[in-house]
C-alpha cells in the first residue's frame, strides 16, 4: 500500500542550525511529493511540493528533492529560525487523497 | 490564509449527539476533502467530493457522512458521537482531482466530546 516514514520527534536545534528532517515513501507508481507545515494552533500550510523524479521543490529556504531510487524526499535547511518552529508532515498524493506521515515535531531555541 | 473556510472553529458536545461541520472550498476549486487529525491515528483522509459527487471513501465510519452542494460547499455530519471522535477535522480543497494539484487546507474544526 500507500505509506509515508517520517524521522522520529521531536526535534531540537539551535537558531542558525542546519536542518534535515527524513521522509520516505512506499508507493505504486510516481505520486506527487509535499511537505505541510501546522504552526500551533494553525492548520495546514503547504510548504513545498515535488511532482516526479528529481524535481525539487523549494519555498522560505526550505528544500526537498524527490529522489526515485531511494524512495526519498528529505526536507533541509540551511539555517533555521525560532520562527521555524512547528510541526512538519511529509506527504504523498496518490489520485483522490494525500497519505501523510506522522510528523515531526520541530523546536528552535534562539 | 489559504482561501478555503471552516466553521465553526471549536465544537463541545456531549456523546450520542449529533453535529455538522461546514466548508468552503477556495474560489474556482471544485475539489473538497475531509481529514481528522487525532493523536492516535494522524492525519487520516475521510473523504473526496468532486463537482457535488463522492469520489472517495478513505477511514470513514459508517456513523459520518458528507456531501458537497451546489454552490460546492461541503458539510461533514457526525452522528452518535463518542468520545474517540474527539478531533481536529481539516477541510482542504484543490482545483481538480488530478494527483498534481495541490490541496489547500482551512483552520480546521476542533471537535471535542465530552
Known amino acids: 500500500g500507500n505509506s509515508v516514514t517520517q524521522m522520529e520527534g521531536p526535534v531540537t536545534l539551535s537558531e542558525e542550525a542546519f536542518l534535515t528532517i527524513n521522509c520516505t515513501y512506499t508507493?505504486?507508481?510516481?505520486?506527487?511529493l509535499f511537505w505541510y507545515v501546522q504552526y500551533p494552533g494553525e492548520g495546514l500550510q503547504l510548504l513545498l511540493k515535488a511532482t516526479k523524479a528529481d524535481d525539487k521543490g523549494s519555498n522560505k529556504g526550505f528544500e526537498a528533492t524527490y529522489r526515485k531510487e531511494t524512495t526519498s524526499f528529505h526536507l533541509e535547511k540551511g539555517s533555521v529560525q525560532v520562527s521555524d518552529s512547528a510541526v512538519y508532515f511529509c506527504?504523498?498524493?496518490?489520485?483522490?487523497?494525500?497519505?501523510f506521515g506522522q510528523g515531526t515535531r520541530l523546536t528552535i531555541n534562539p | 490564509d489559504s482561501g478555503v473556510t471552516q466553521t465553526p472553529k471549536h465544537l463541545i458536545t456531549a456523546t450520542g449527539q449529533r453535529v455538522t461541520l461546514r466548508c468552503s472550498p477556495r474560489?474556482?476549486?471544485?475539489?473538497v476533502y475531509w481529514y481528522q487529525q487525532s493523536l492516535d491515528q494522524g492525519l487520516q483522509f475521510l473523504i473526496q467530493y468532486y463537482n457535488g459527487e463522492e469520489r472517495a471513501k478513505g477511514n470513514i465510519l459508517e456513523r459520518f457522512s458528507a456531501q458537497q452542494f451546489p454552490d460546492l460547499h461541503s458539510e461533514l455530519n457526525l452522528s452518535s458521537l463518542e468520545l474517540g471522535d474527539s478531533a481536529l477535522y481539516f477541510c482542504a480543497s484543490s482545483a481538480t482531482s488530478d494527483s498534481a494539484d495541490t490541496q489547500y487546507f482551512g483552520p480546521g474544526t476542533r471537535l471535542t466530546v465530552l
Open positions: 474560489s474556482g476549486d471544485l475539489s
Open positions: 506527504a504523498l498524493r496518490v489520485p483522490q487523497k494525500l497519505v
Open positions: 508507493a505504486t507508481g510516481y505520486p506527487s
